[in-house]
């Protein structure tokens, strides 16, 4: 059990002692975008809730995903086309090289799926990490990225920014295989995990779409929202 040894001694709780930073710490970090929208807050008020169900917690999952990606693309680069509307032709723009979304298995497949709302022509790379309770490290257990990589930019997305460790391994795994650009998504970050995540890959940009206080000694985000896999999959 978390937090006994063999011997039934108490062993120390992963972040316990551990010093983290505070919000205002990190809120300034360069290339961090934390959401400001009203609609984000109330549907942020509804994903906290321990009462939402399953259903309503997916579909919110969902909609915050489309909602971050909109702002997470609004740099992208367009590419001068023509059409012809019913009464006459005229310039237009279409977004530029490909676009990937890499959803952290299992929770970032609700983020994943709103991302495809806002652009359903996206390569989605599914890449399996699983966080050890015990010791708080990432696992990659499954891997599909592709071999040829041509696109603008890659997408990594998962709900919980917590000690940052599977954010960090994603991002490396991403990294080798060559994508020039990449982007982190996610629904809450802990400031610990922020500054983690922005120290080991200062060159991406990193959308959440709230910061809360701290990791609690087990390393869940508090006030959070639990374990947000369960939540997405009804599996307590
Ligand atoms: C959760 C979450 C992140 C990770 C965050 O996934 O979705 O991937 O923990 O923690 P970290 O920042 O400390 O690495 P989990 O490992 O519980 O797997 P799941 O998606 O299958 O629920
Ligand atoms: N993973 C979650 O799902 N929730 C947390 O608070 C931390 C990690």
């Known amino acids: 059990m978390l937090g006994t040894s063999p011997q039934g001694d108490r062993a ?3 972040m316990q002692g551990i010093p983290q930073p505070t919000r205002e710490e990190v809120m300034k970090l360069p290339r961090v975008h934390i959401s400001t929208h009203p609609v984000m807050a109330h549907k942020m008020t509804l994903l906290r809730n321990k009462n939402t169900p ?54 970032g ?45 890659v997408y990594a997305v998962d709900p919980m920014l917590a000690t940052g460790g599977s954010a960090i391994d994603a991002i490396n795994i991403l990294k080798r295989r060559g994508i020039p650009r990449l982007s982190y998504l996610g629904i809450i970050a802990a400031p610990y995990g922020l500054m983690r995540l922005s120290q080991a890959h200062p060159d991406i940009n990193i959308y959440v779409a709230a910061l809360d206080e701290a990791l609690n000694d087990n390393g869940y985000i508090i006030p959070g929202l639990g374990d947000a896999g369960d939540r997405q999959f009804g599996t307590f």
């Open 12 to 14: 120390k709780l992963p």
């Open 54 to 107: 399953t259903p309503q917690f997916y579909q919110l999952v969902q909609e915050i995903g489309a909602l971050l990606a909109y702002e997470a693309t609004a740099s992208l680069t367009l590419e001068k086309c023509s059409i012809e509307t019913p009464l006459q032709p005229m310039a237009g723009y279409s977004l530029a090289g490909g676009i990937g979304v890499t959803p952290i298995l299992r929770a």
């Open 109 to 153: 497949l609700g983020l994943a799926e709103g991302f495809r709302q806002v652009i359903p022509d996206v390569q989605v790379w599914h890449l399996g990490l699983r966080r050890d309770e015990e010791t708080l490290k990432a696992l990659e257990y499954y891997n599909r990225l592709p071999h040829h990589v041509d696109l603008q930019v």
